[in-house]
């Protein structure tokens, strides 16, 4: 098939089914009818010559051609997306799509109140969050700002370093009552008092580094979202890391074992080819100043 024949049309309903499972759900998502959305699956099979789906009572399961092809369908998702926001108004406009990408609790705890105030001075801008821990490439145009605790290493980006947070361990108050003030972080660990991630290896590996060995099971609350898992310490399901800027918040969370702390650097990065673009410079600009103001330890 020749790519120069190809419709994103069919492409952008091809991964609809493939990620909601089904031509009605897809057809939902995309607002468009069930005949529709069944008739640009039958146009894409015809124009490459092959199954993607294989029907069942349960829906719709992908080929391993289908399956494969997913990847480079999202990709296209996402490119698609980065023309639409550097389309949506003119460089020296301060409206249109901004996509920013951040970790989990940076921007469901820390980000929108920078966000609201922003949108109150230009109501024009419209604002993409992407939470995420893992690195959203900025090059390809997944996101147009990141937030990251770490500075970014790529050559094409411009990188500002705005701060640095601090991060502890913490309990709820009713815990500490409970429990009493822990002596060492080997006694949470044989209790299984520790909250922390599930598969991934992050906080394991963050403690190796201070010499601390523990493993998988010394964790008594287990997830792989942040959200869930500053939930639960907030619900008092045992001791775990929270950002000190977002701990102070709260009363009833209580620093427990002080002498251990992690400090991260913030940073903002913007591709350079971006950094003139009014409504990218004026919000990576009020980022810089919002997230500046609420840093636990100034840069």
Known sequence: MNADLLDWTLCRS?????????????????????????RHL????????TKLFVRSTSGLTPTDLGASLAATAEA???AAEAFVRLASA????????????ASEIVGAEILPPVLAELREKHAG???????????E????????????????????????KVGEMSMKLYAHADWVRKHGFPNSLADLAAAHDLIGYDRDPAMLQAF????????????GFRSDNDLALLAALRAGCGVG????????RDPQMVNVLPELEQVLEVWLAVPSALRNVARIATTLEALAMGLGRQVTHEA
């Open 125 to 135: 801008l419209a604002y993409e969050v992407s939470l995420t821990r893992s690195t």
């Open 90 to 101: 003119e460089t020296d406009q301060i409206c249109g799509s901004v996509r920013i990408t």
């Open 241 to 248: 890391a929270g950002y000190e800027i977002v701990m102070q």
């Open 14 to 38: 091809f991964l609809a089914i493939l990620q909601e499972g089904s031509l009605s759900r897809a057809a939902v998502r995309l607002r468009v009818t069930h005949p529709t959305i069944s």
């Open 76 to 78: 296209m998702q996402l």
């Open 137 to 160: 490439d900025l090059l390809r145009r997944d996101a147009d700002i990141a937030i990251r605790m770490a500075r970014p290493e790529q050559s094409d980006l411009v990188a500002r």
């Open 42 to 49: 039958e146009e894409l099979e015809q124009r490459l010559g």
């Open 208 to 219: 190796a580094a201070r010499g601390l060995s523990l493993d998988r099971d010394a964790f």
